[in-house]
């Protein structure tokens, strides 16, 4: 894991396209800013394992036969 320190006001740039500024700064809490293309998903990372936990349970519903389905002509 990289750290860096920033400064209200201050940001840091990601792979030439996502930038995320540091907005503010309120005790243990601080608000950053995420300017990124629409085509990339951004998600605090709770929501992310919940999206991430409902994709494997949906896939292990699925029996054998469901999924052949799926590729029959």
Do not use: C, H, W
């Amino acid at each position: 894991m990289l750290a860096l320190s920033r400064k209200r006001g201050e940001a840091l740039v990601i792979n030439n396209n996502i930038e995320i500024t540091i907005l503010d700064v309120k005790g243990d809490q601080i608000k950053i800013g995420i300017n990124a293309p629409k085509e990339i998903p951004v998600y605090r990372k709770e929501v992310y394992e919940q999206i991430q936990q409902s994709n494997r349970e949906a896939m292990t519903k699925q029996t054998p036969e469901a999924l052949n389905n799926l590729f029959k002509e």
